[in-house]
């Protein structure tokens, strides 16, 4: 028994749940020899583990490289999703759309969860790279691959970026490239140039390993960071120590390897895409397509949800507010400190009854970069 009274029991667990959003999650599609590991899709979590799935370095040497570098700048355990193809396989054909068998079957297998996904060869005996400075499939791979990403997020099934490798000709390493990266108009892909080996290959997983390391707004090129885990790498059968053109390559566009004044060990240079747009840069890529991938689980709660409408149709302010709310939440619990500021959204409601469509426009301003510093020193002497 007790007095007449009034109980208040307060709940919890009604407010919008956040959207789980992992932007590390990496994918790397290439030529391996062991058939039974062609066009199968795997999850790995360490070097023991995929050595343990076939992938040695005397049965897989190159992809267990790959492998290797990117669990050498993760430096724990991480997933990554793998699939092997015949050296049949172009880089190209791998990032068909219509290739069931290619890019495509990875991602579907990993429930479209890899944001950065690289691609890589191993060409057989006798195959004719071209006359160029880059293997002409390079160039066909980048374009291969805006059809494959547009076609990704046409379906909001993906949004990803690509990484190809960019295969120099050893027979054709002092030709300049007849076609620059940033001449591509294609802010899905770059062209990762040089690598651990002096064979004209590219260090794909050293690249994914960097970027997964990493939250998505952090550059592949940050010097606080420290530097990478490989300490040679070769453009053809050069080192890149020793080139006099490094800088000229880099500023073409290509994702390379440099080295800094005053610091011991390799970084990253720009992480450029093929792209002179707003997407000109791997970290910008990969800040929208997170959004996009927030928006999707956020608004898809929505679909087919009713609204007050004014006298002319258009949704009533409380319902654009609610919308806006709700993103801006979503946004800000997942990726405050990865943008400036609180995204802006701009509803467009209009005419809704008939065609009950709203537009929303989520406007993300990024965080800026100290890519270049300049410093000026004089000298001062005080006044007489």
């Not at 030709?175 to 062209?191: M, Q």
């Not at 608004?299 to 806006?324: C, F, P």
Request: hydrophobic letters at 40%.
């Amino acid at each position: 028994m007790s007095f007449p009274k009034v109980v208040v029991n307060f709940g919890n667990g009604n407010l919008l749940p956040d959207v789980n959003a992992v932007d590390g999650i990496m994918g790397i599609v290439g030529t391996v020899a062991t058939v039974s590991l062609q066009n199968v899709p795997l999850m790995v979590y360490n070097l023991a583990d995929a050595e343990q799935k076939g992938i040695t370095a005397i049965a897989e040497p190159v992809l267990h490289r790959h492998i290797s570098e990117f669990y050498a700048e993760i430096n724990g355990n991480q997933l990554l999703y793998v699939m092997g193809v015949p050296d049949s396989v172009t880089m190209a054909q791998m990032l068909d759309k219509k290739n069931a068998t290619g890019a495509k079957q990875l991602l579907k297998f990993s429930a479209n969860t890899i944001r950065v996904l690289g691609v890589y060869r191993t060409p057989p005996a006798g195959y004719n790279a071209g006359t160029d400075f880059l293997d002409a499939d390079v160039i066909a791979a980048v374009n291969a691959s805006k059809t494959f990403c547009t076609d990704q997020n046409s379906n909001n099934a993906n949004f990803l970026r690509v990484l190809v490798e960019g295969r120099v000709v050893i027979a054709n390493q002092n030709t300049p490239p007849s076609v620059t990266p940033t001449s591509l108009s294609n802010g899905y892909a770059g062209i990762v140039l040089g690598g651990s080996a002096n064979d004209g290959s590219a260090s794909v997983g050293c690249v994914l390993g960097r970027a997964s390391a990493y939250a998505a707004h952090i550059k592949l090129g940050k010097v606080a960071n420290g530097p990478l885990q490989i300490n040679q790498a070769f453009i053809g059968d050069k080192d890149v120590t020793t080139m006099v053109n490094l800088e000229t390559l880099h500023d073409m566009g290509f994702i390379t390897f440099i080295t800094h004044p005053t610091k011991a060990g390799l970084y990253f240079g720009k992480d450029f895409m093929c792209s002179t747009d707003d997407y000109r840069r791997l970290v910008y890529g990969r800040i929208v397509d997170k959004a996009a991938v927030i928006a999707i689980a956020t608004y898809v709660n929505n679909l087919e949800e009713e609204v007050d409408v004014d006298a002319n149709g258009n949704i009533m302010e409380i319902d654009r507010l609610h919308l806006a709310d709700v993103i801006t939440q979503q946004i800000n619990n997942a990726m405050s400190e990865q943008i400036s500021a609180s995204p802006t959204v701009i509803i467009d409601g209009s005419n809704i009854i008939n065609t009950g469509t709203v537009t929303i426009k989520l406007l993300i301003r990024p965080k800026g970069y100290l890519t270049d510093i300049e410093v000026q020193i004089n000298l001062n002497a005080p006044n007489a």
